[in-house]
T-cell receptor
Framework: GAVVSQHPSWVICKSGTSVKIECRSL??????MFWYRQFPKQSLMLMAT?????????EQGVEKDKFLINHASLTLSTLTVTSAHPEDSSFYIC??????????????FGDGTRLSIL | SQKIEQNSEALNIQEGKTATLTCNYT??????LQWYRQDPGRGPVFLLL?????KEKRKERLKVTFDTTLKQSLFHITASQPADSATYLC?????????FGTGTRLTVIP
């Protein structure tokens, strides 16, 4: 089956540093990738949608200068949390879709990145 | 805007019984409805997809129904096992949008 690899699985860093999270589709071409944020015992909150080769579409309230998304190839998208602060600590999850209607295919999720900012 | 409600935040059932989870929605007419399982600290895993013209879908011990008149989907796990304990998410989707519910945390008690 389709596999999405997300790296790193957890990261702890000091306030003010930037953190990059990678999301790779290992065995299929991901034309669309999503980035979610999840707080404890809450559902997924969509942050942004990215299509290969174009700028990401951010959800309302998500700072695009804070959360930089790059989808440079059909197998890789990255999320960079710039100048991270403790309030950015969360569980970040990516997912990927192949070509076709979004709803007519499964979303393939990575295993998430636990980000802790000290 | 669309609203998705999953019947309860948490559901406890006895091993061997059938677990039934509910997903209700308003202000939206999805062409597809999906169910996912999420374990703590992991990403969601796809379980089943049902289309608006399908009433029911089965996969092993899982069964999903989709009632577009009631705007509701039911997710059943028969002969439940402790290993089925997880959070289950429903997702409504169209051609280029996808919305997740808040999830139901299922605990199967041995």
């Amino acid at each position: 089956g389709a596999v999405v690899s997300q790296h790193p699985s957890w990261v702890i860093c000091k306030s003010g540093t930037s953190v990059k999270i990678e999301c790779r589709s290992l065995d299929f071409q991901a034309t669309t990738m999503f980035w979610y944020r999840q707080f404890p015992k809450q559902s997924l909150m969509l942050m942004a949608t990215s299509n290969e080769g174009s700028k990401a579409t951010y959800e309302q309230g998500v700072e695009k200068d804070k959360f930089l998304i790059n989808h440079a190839s059909l197998t890789l998208s990255t999320l960079t949390v710039t100048s991270a602060h403790p309030e950015d600590s969360s569980f970040y999850i990516c997912s990927a879709l192949g070509r076709g209607a979004w709803g007519n295919q499964p979303q393939h999720f990575g295993d998430g990145t636990r980000l802790s900012i000290l | 805007s669309q609203k998705i409600e999953q019947n309860s935040e948490a559901l406890n059932i006895q091993e061997g019984k059938t677990a039934t989870l509910t997903c209700n929605y308003t202000n939206y007419s999805p062409a597809y409805l999906q169910w996912y399982r999420q374990d703590p600290g992991r990403g969601p895993v796809f379980l089943l997809l049902i289309r608006e013209n399908e009433k029911e879908k089965r996969k092993e011990r899982l069964k999903v129904t989709f009632d577009t008149t009631l705007k509701q989907s039911l997710f059943h796990i028969t002969a439940s096992q402790p290993a089925d304990s997880a959070t289950y998410l429903c997702a409504l989707a169209g051609a280029n949008n996808l919305f997740f519910g808040t999830g139901t945390r299922l605990t199967v008690i041995p």
